[in-house]
């Protein structure tokens, strides 16, 4: 079975910093999705940013980036240029990328909690 | 605007009482997903239904029902079977062309 696990449980930045979050994860497949999702207090879940695992490139959606590391079974996540608005609980995700059963389902890390100081 | 709704936003129930959370979506998705999510444990799921009038089980399954009569809908009803059901619950959707989950804004129930 596939698991997440996200080692932080609460990090801090200053706002205009930048922070990254950490996330590794057990697999024997070699096709998969990733995700980080943010839910901020109003606990609504927000897809931040996705990466394939045949893509050889990092995934970045404006201010996040990743850093995939397929041999290392890591999936950081990069927050630059830190805003207010960026303070919430950040979920890795992973979801095999073979159809049918139960493929369809993410497994979820336990969350890092950020918080931005002004 | 479409998108997942999700009502009550909080929900009481008294113990031995089934009750029913609800779940729409007008995105025209395929799948159906309900998790669970408690203080440290991120979101683990209960059911799930690719299609119409099909469902799985998914890892947390005792305690709970669901039905899919409609692509629209999944309600999943915690029975009084559910020995802890106080959570926050979330509904999902996803197309079977891609693989994102968009979440609804889920339902806060407390058992009193």
């Known amino acids: 079975a596939q698991t997440v696990t996200q080692s932080q449980p609460e990090m801090s930045v200053q706002e205009a910093e930048t922070v990254t979050l950490s996330c590794t994860y057990d697999?024997?497949?070699?096709?998969?999705?990733l995700f980080w999702y943010k839910q901020p207090p109003s606990r609504q879940m927000i897809l931040v940013i996705r990466q394939e695992a045949y893509k050889q490139q990092n995934a970045t959606e404006n201010r996040f980036s990743v850093n995939f590391q397929k041999a290392a079974k890591s999936f950081s996540l990069k927050i630059s240029d830190s805003q207010l608005g960026d303070a919430a609980m950040y979920f890795c995700a992973y979801r095999t990328e073979n159809s049918g059963g139960s493929n369809y389902k993410l497994t979820f890390g336990k969350g890092t909690l950020l918080t931005v100081n002004p | 605007d479409g998108g997942i709704t999700q009502s009550p936003k909080y929900l009481f129930r008294k113990e031995g009482q089934n009750v029913t959370l609800s779940c729409e979506q007008n995105?025209?998705?395929?799948?159906m997903y309900w998790y669970r999510q408690d203080p440290g444990q991120g979101l683990r799921l209960i059911y799930y239904?690719?299609?119409?009038?099909?469902?799985q089980k998914g890892d947390i399954a005792e305690g709970y029902s669901v039905s899919r009569e409609k692509k629209e809908s999944f309600p999943l009803t915690v029975t009084s079977a559910q020995k802890n059901p106080t959570a926050f619950y979330l509904c999902a959707s996803s197309r079977f062309t891609t693989y994102e989950q968009f979440f609804g804004p889920g339902t806060r129930l407390t058992v009193l």
């Open positions: 239904s690719q299609i119409v009038n099909d469902f």
């Open positions: 995105l025209n998705h395929d799948a």
């Open positions: 697999t024997s497949e070699s096709d998969y999705y």
